[in-house]
């Protein structure tokens, strides 16, 4: 499945990742793992201590991910406003979920301060960058003094991460689209 | 762990529905339903055809009781944006994650229509409800006449949704409430 310049590890770590994401970690098994890295359980072992430590890698390299890409929309041109427009817009495959949120609904991860620790991390970052943008908004007069620009931040986080599971449970994107729209006409600046 | 007096079919589905919310679909084994139920296998058989089919009648009464909780809340006295912020509010065991929504990021429920019927049905339900409590508030200048009802419903729901991923990554019930409160000094009438 994957180049054969990929190294073994890089193709366990990225099998783990996709496994993560359709299954999530209850529901994947090392051999699940093994077969679609097309590796032998000797390698697996011989890179990674087992599925938790395996498992670290993959969470790690995922939180990676999601914080460039969000980085680059929420640095991005325009007002405040517009940014967190952007970054509640952005590209996503909504009905798959979010790769890092979902990891929250699985007992053992949650259960493991090893593995949980990168997904509070990511989250509590995405949550400063969300505050930082909504105080520039405040001092630029678009958004109202009153309100609490770390609250607006979990606000802007919740309704997207909450947005998965409304398309997830109808089977459309729609849902995820219109909580957006609707947290957006709330943000609007009166112009 | 059950009343005795509680029937073995009620013994298997409270058995389900506790698994299904911490361990998921796809992390509950019959197994571990039939020792928790304190039930032998053919006892299951007897009243059910096996996990899918006992994992609906779980899934259709948590679905219930949510309704029903929800709906008191709802139906309940105080204006239009006292009754979300009541919504919103309503006692939770944030941490335990929400028993339907969790269940979208079972990718075995999301694949199958018959477990997923309940969960959509009771989300799209859920946002009915907030939908026409938006339109009253509209309708008495609560709300401002601009905004999309169903689409405000849709941010609500996914703020609650949302707000468990948020307390479940950080491990505390405190980024579910900030994301509340955000969302409640957005919707706040302008008094």
Redesign the interface.
């Known amino acids: 499945m994957y180049s054969i310049r990929m190294s073994t590890q890089d193709r366990l770590i990225e099998s783990t990742r996709e496994l993560l994401w ?3 970690y ?2 994947t098994s090392p051999k699940a793992i093994l077969e679609r890295a097309g590796v032998g359980q000797g390698s697996m072992y011989h890179h990674f201590h087992g599925k938790p430590d395996l498992a670290l890698a993959a969470i790690r390299r995922t939180c990676e991910e999601l914080r460039a890409a969000a980085q680059s929309v929420l640095e991005g041109p325009g007002t405040p406003y517009e940014r967190i427009r952007a970054y509640l817009q952005r590209e996503r495959d909504v009905l798959r ?2 790769p890092v ?2 990891l ?5 991860v ?1 259960a493991n301060e090893d593995l ?1 620790a990168p ?2 991390e990511t ?2 970052w995405l ?1 400063e960058q969300l505050a930082r943008i909504v105080e520039e908004g405040q001092e630029q007069g678009q958004f109202a003094r ?3 620009a ?17 398309a ?4 459309s994107p729609a ?2 689209d ?6 957006l ?3 609007r600046p009166a112009s």
């Open positions: 359709e299954r999530g209850v529901g979920g979010c949120g979902r929250t609904m699985d007992p053992d949650v949980r997904v509070d989250i509590a949550r009153s309100l609490d770390r609250e607006i931040a979990a606000t802007v986080l919740a309704t997207v991460q909450g947005g998965y599971v409304l997830r449970a109808s089977g849902a995820f219109s909580g957006v729209r609707g947290l006409s709330l943000l």
